[in-house]
């Protein structure tokens, strides 16, 4: 009996010393040429050898011939062709005569390539190419056109040693052989590891390592995969995850939706899973958590320019069959995070961290007169933390005073030596005032016109920058500007 291949829906978007599987990278129908130079092929191995180290399973070797478990000779895998899009199988049969699944004179049988050497121990093919796309990027996996006793054997090149057979449903388990994905060739990309991707580009890594974690198993909708069908994730490992990095006790994940099964966008985070060597130039680092890498949308930010695996992806894979390192126990957060304006009811950059962007208040001050802002430090970190507050120098045209709770704070301001009392996480520091006060005197300009004595102020700026940082971690810092104009 025959059972016609399954194709999973494509959604776009060192060796350690427990690797087990390999994932081989094969460009043999990137036929629009796309990955065309080292550094393109450089970024895709990259991703490969990113799950490389972190999956641990074993993958049973298959020979063309089959297993003698089920498993007869003239086998096929079959996938989406990166560089068409079109259905393609692949068979180890030589040729069309000697294929055992081709009926004579019916196209849909045909194989679209003959001879497949069939699959080494541990290793897991990729094959990789790109087309023009609506998303950024697709993968997936499939089963080809097989005989059933091919889908039910174990040893076979769909389950390769996994004892994970569902009963009347083994064509939709997820296959094991490996998988497929393609890339938009119409974005504009960056394939650079070591920066970041500038405005309008695409950062490749990112995408790849969500479009290859589809053709794995996640957010699929394969047998493996632990949803509820109605939109809702129950894969303990994963939940689990999640309830370590986000202390609480969720008993589930919700996805897109029942038919998208993402997870729901930007509603979970977790940290990035430290084990198996990640790459963390422009992601949130080791400290904070990320949105998870199977969400819908890779929502890049300033303080976000790449994405990783969290511990809530790898997890996912444990969930759907993968054995994977363990994980390895983030630091805890440590973060000042400041927040500006006029007064403590009207303040910006909450969340935002070390940037002046999002966190910069401008004041308007006529005719010279005096005018203030507050800038309040909240603990966003983990645990209890003290920090220490710096603001900046007056000038010859602007006299700063910084005070708290009415006491007067400059020069320990200036100096960089004030420091809060013990935050608990959440907690915030008394709010520090930030006075500032022009020189009139210096700034006023009198005008005689016509027996008339006209008093006019000249145009000039000042910025008064406010930073914090934890006692404990020098490098967890945040910054508050004031900017002032006179007019």
Do not use: C
Not at 348 to 372: M, V
């Amino acid at each position: 009996m025959k059972t016609h291949f399954a194709l999973i829906l494509l959604l776009g978007l060192t060796a350690a010393p427990l690797q087990a599987i390999t994932i081989v990278v094969d460009y043999s129908l990137d036929s629009n040429n796309f990955f065309n130079n080292q550094d393109k092929r450089d970024a895709m191995q990259a991703v490969a050898d990113r799950y490389s180290r972190v999956i641990t399973s074993s993958l049973a070797a298959v020979s063309p011939s089959g297993t003698g478990t089920g498993t007869s000779a003239g086998w096929r895998i079959g996938f989406k062709h990166p560089g068409t899009g079109a259905s393609y199988q692949i068979t180890t049969a030589a040729n069309q005569g000697s294929d055992p699944l081709d009926t004579p004179g019916d196209p849909d049988d045909d194989a679209d390539e003959y001879g497949f050497a069939g699959l080494a121990t541990d290793v897991w093919i990729l094959y990789a190419g790109a087309r023009p796309l609506s998303s950024k990027g697709q993968g997936g996996t499939g089963t080809g056109l097989n005989f059933t006793s091919t889908f039910n054997d174990i040893n076979g090149p769909m389950h390769r040693g996994f004892n994970d057979n569902t009963p009347s449903s083994t064509a939709s388990d997820l296959p094991r052989w490996g998988g497929a994905i393609t890339f938009d060739s119409n974005a504009t990309w960056h394939f650079d590891l070591s920066s970041v991707a500038p405005f309008g580009a695409s950062d490749f890594y990112s995408i790849a390592l969500h479009e290859v974690g589809h053709a794995l198993g996640l957010s699929t909708s394969w047998n493996q995969w632990n949803d509820n069908g109605g939109g809702v994730y129950v894969g303990s490992a994963a939940i689990a995850a999640y309830n370590l990095d986000n202390p609480g006790t969720v008993a589930s994940l919700n996805l897109v939706s029942p038919s998208n099964p993402h997870f729901a966008d930007g509603t979970y985070d977790s940290f990035i899973f430290a084990s198996g060597t990640p790459i963390t130039i422009g992601t949130v680092g080791s400290g904070l958590r990320q949105d998870l890498l199977m969400d819908p949308i890779a929502n890049f930010s300033a303080q976000q320019k790449r994405f990783e695996l969290t511990n809530v992806d790898v997890a996912a894979l444990r969930d759907v069959g993968w054995e994977t390192l363990a994980g390895v126990a983030p630091d805890p957060v440590q973060q000042p995070d400041n927040k500006v304006g006029p007064n403590l009811l009207t303040t910006i950059g909450d969340g935002i961290y070390n940037s002046a962007a999002g966190q910069t208040f401008t004041l308007i001050s006529k005719r010279g007169a005096p005018i203030g802002g507050i800038v309040s430090v909240e603990n966003d970190g983990d645990l209890s933390d003290n920090f220490l507050l710096s603001g900046s120098r007056g000038t010859s045209l602007f006299r700063v005073t910084y005070k708290e709770s009415g006491g007067n704070i400059t020069a320990a301001m200036i100096s960089g030596t004030h420091q809060t009392g013990a935050l608990a996480a959440g907690a915030s520091a008394n709010p520090v005032s930030v006075q500032i006060r022009p020189a009139r005197s210096k700034l006023k300009k009198v005008i005689r016109r016509g027996g008339r004595r006209i008093v006019r102020f000249k145009k000039k700026r000042f910025t008064a920058i406010v930073g914090s940082e934890s006692v404990t971690k020098a490098t967890a810092r945040d910054i508050s500007v004031l900017k002032v104009r006179t007019k």
